[in-house]
């Protein structure tokens, strides 16, 4: 049965055991700034980023953005649309059960594309037997960044932004399929637990067609 998860007076999400959402989610929500106008969402999952993203919009007073929000499992989207509808975000988020590298979309079409990417190379890390929780945990194969990096490409505008999350300890996996897809590295902020242990999340924005150049964001202790 899923369970409504309020985000705000008027907006949440439905969760389930197999489609949930941890703090990651909601720091790549937060990481993304106000005003970009049309966002792609990879791997939405219960929809919790867009919907956040909207949310976000409402409390600062904007403009809400139009996005696209793609998974590849059909139990997710509509779990995702069942949100959107709920939260009557019908105009603002167009959930589609779609593969990112292969999706109907007009390329060079969007502002920005958001992420949170699996973390873990295909077999590594203890494979999850539930299929849902493996899609969302691993890479389905050993290209597959290097494939997330071009499709975020594909469909941003030049210079629009690539949004994602990812482990620390990807850092250079990460920074090298970005530049190969075209994508420059332009901020990072890093998340710790406290000051006293060592980051567990990266946040990254990167630029099709940037110039090369990164800045830190202050270090987040929770």
Not at 14 to 19: A, K, L, R, W
Request: hydrophobic share 40%; aromatic share 6%; proline share 6%.
């Amino acid at each position: 049965m899923p369970h409504w998860e309020a985000l705000g007076k008027e907006i949440g999400v439905f969760t389930t055991s197999d489609y949930t959402f941890g703090a990651d989610a909601l720091r790549l929500a937060a990481f993304v700034p106000q005003g970009l106008r049309r966002i792609c969402e990879f791997g939405t999952g219960c929809g919790v980023v867009a919907l956040q993203l909207c949310q976000n919009a409402r409390t600062a007073g904007r403009e809400l953005p139009q996005i696209t929000a793609l998974d590849i499992q059909p139990d997710a989207t509509e779990l995702a649309a069942r949100s959107v509808v709920h939260s009557g975000l019908q105009e603002h988020i167009t959930v589609l059960t779609a593969d990112w590298r292969t999706a109907p979309l007009l390329p060079s079409s969007f502002d920005a594309v958001v992420c949170n990417p699996p973390y873990f190379p295909s077999a590594v890390g203890g494979v999850n037997t539930n299929e849902a929780r493996r899609i969302a945990r691993h890479e389905d194969s050993p290209a597959a960044l290097d494939e997330l990096c071009t499709a975020a490409a594909r469909m941003l505008k030049h210079g629009g932004r690539f949004f994602l999350c990812h482990r620390p300890e990807r850092l250079a996996d990460l920074m090298t399929a970005l530049r190969t897809a075209g994508l420059e590295p332009k901020r990072l902020c890093l998340v710790q637990h406290d000051t006293n242990s060592s980051p567990y999340l990266l946040l990254c924005e990167a630029r099709k067609g940037g110039r090369v150049g990164v800045s830190f964001d202050p270090t987040i202790a929770e």
